[in-house]
Nanobody
């Protein structure tokens, strides 16, 4: 089992920055991709950014150039640096991690951290 705990959310003004962290614990061996998703009120959960074990990244078009995902494999932690925040970035941000367990891809989710961007 893998547990994911997010931190770093809060209330910021438009144009500000936040850095989210997600620490993985438990059976953390062979974690593959990690990522960040978000869910705004009344909306579906959507991809924000992902990062592979080798460091390859993928971003939603809406955050390209503003957000940066990174990971520290030694700490089993993934980060999301969010700059130039906009009110439309307001959402609960969820950490995600995948790993192969006996040949089966298993997905884990954190409980989420709230990011609120005021205009």
């Amino acid at each position: 089992q893998v547990q994911l705990v997010e931190s770093g959310g809060g209330l910021v003004q438009a144009g500000g920055s936040l850095r989210l962290s997600c620490a993985a614990s438990g059976s953390i061996f062979s974690i593959n991709d990690m990522g960040w998703y978000r869910q705004a009120p009344g909306k579906q959960r959507e991809l924000v950014a992902t990062i592979t074990s080798g460091g390859g990244t993928n971003y939603a078009d809406s955050v390209k150039g503003r957000f940066t995902i990174s990971r520290d494999n030694a700490k089993n932690t993934v980060y999301l640096q969010m700059n130039s925040l906009k009110p439309e970035d307001t959402a609960v941000y969820y950490c995600n991690a995948d790993r192969y367990l006996v040949g089966v891809l298993v997905t884990y989710w954190g409980k989420g951290t709230l990011v609120t961007v005021s205009s």
